[in-house]
């Protein structure tokens, strides 16, 4: 490691995020899953498809509240939100089916 600055930084940065790192051992063995593509795939079809439509560009702010939208909306959590600011939160089996 010639840079010594960067493995630095990487180590400070590392230790700062090292509570919000998963292990991965511990989630496969309580059948948690390790993999995101349940997110990725609900995003691509929530959001990606739309933002991605002739040309357009979205700021980081418009992006993240169209999601937010979005996915209020595709929860049928919609009226929670605009009428009580409220989404409910809940954990889906889905190995239940």
């Known amino acids: 490691m010639k840079n010594h600055e960067m493995v630095t930084k990487l180590i400070e940065y590392l230790e700062r995020v090292r509570g919000f790192v998963p292990c991965y051992a ?3 063995k ?3 899953r390790n993999s995101s593509n349940l997110g990725e795939k609900a995003n691509d079809l929530v959001v990606a498809n ?3 439509h002739n040309g357009m560009s979205w700021s980081d ?4 509240a169209f999601a937010s939208v979005a996915s ?3 929860n049928s959590e919609i009226n929670n939100w605009v009428y009580f600011h409220t989404i409910k939160f809940a954990i889906v089996d889905d190995t239940a089916a």
């Open 26 to 28: 511990l989630r496969k």
């Open 30 to 32: 309580l059948g948690l």
């Open 50 to 52: 739309r933002q991605k």
């Open 61 to 64: 702010e418009g992006s993240v």
């Open 72 to 74: 209020a909306s595709c």
